[in-house]
Each structure stands twice: as C-alpha cells, then as structure tokens.
C-alpha cells in the first residue's frame, strides 16, 4: 500500500524557515511525482510545488524563491524547505503522490504550518 507520511510543521515568525519532510512507502520514486499542497479552512487546496522522477519541478508563483522542493531517491522522502515564511503561508500542508498518467491519487495526513507576523 501506498502510504505518505508529512511532518515539520510548527510555528515560526515570519521571515523564518521551516523545513517539511514526506516520507513515502510503498511506491518507487521511478513512477510517480511527488507534490506538496496546501489548504486554508474556506479556501481549496492549492498546489505549492512538485517533483517528478526526472527532478524536474514545479512551483506556485506565490513561493517561487522561497521554497525549495527536492527528492532523496535512496531514503524515498520529499523534503520542502520554506524560508522567508510569510503570514499567508499559513496552512495545513500535505504530500501526495501522483502515478505517471494519473491523478493525485494518494494523499498523507497534513501538518499545520503556523506563520506569526
């Protein structure tokens, strides 16, 4: 089974950094892209960045700079680094797997970031 596992989250000032690790099992880096995502109560779950097997990634413009996703293939984990937190980027964050030609079919429990101006 495939299973994601999100942790790091906290509570930080702004202009801190935090850094967020998912760690996967079950699946191989190989066929699926990893991504991380972002939710506010009353708003719709937004994508922040993703990785897929080539290392090639993808970033919301609105962390472009800040954020940092990257892939570590032997230990199976998608760290996402945050530095320069801003109050918006307060959220409960989430990894989730997507199958090469599929869906974000699998999701980890989230991980409250909490940023105080």
């Known amino acids: 089974d495939v299973q994601l596992q999100a942790s790091g989250g906290g509570l930080v000032q702004a202009g801190g950094s935090l850094r967020l690790s998912c760690v996967a099992s079950?699946?191989?880096?190989?066929?699926?892209?990893i991504g991380w995502f972002r939710q506010v109560p009353g708003k719709a779950r937004e994508a922040v960045a993703c990785?897929?097997?080539?290392?090639?990634?993808y970033y919301d413009d609105s962390v472009k700079g800040r954020f940092t996703i990257s892939s570590d293939h032997a230990k199976n984990t998608v760290p996402l680094q945050m530095n320069s937190l801003k109050p918006e980027d307060t959220a409960v964050y989430y990894c989730?797997?997507?199958?090469?030609?599929?869906?974000?079919?699998?999701w980890g429990r989230g991980t409250q970031v909490t940023v105080s101006s």
């Open positions: 079950g699946l191989s880096f190989d066929d699926y892209a």
């Open positions: 990785i897929d097997k080539a290392g090639s990634t």
């Open positions: 989730a797997a997507q199958r090469i030609g599929s869906t974000w079919g699998y």
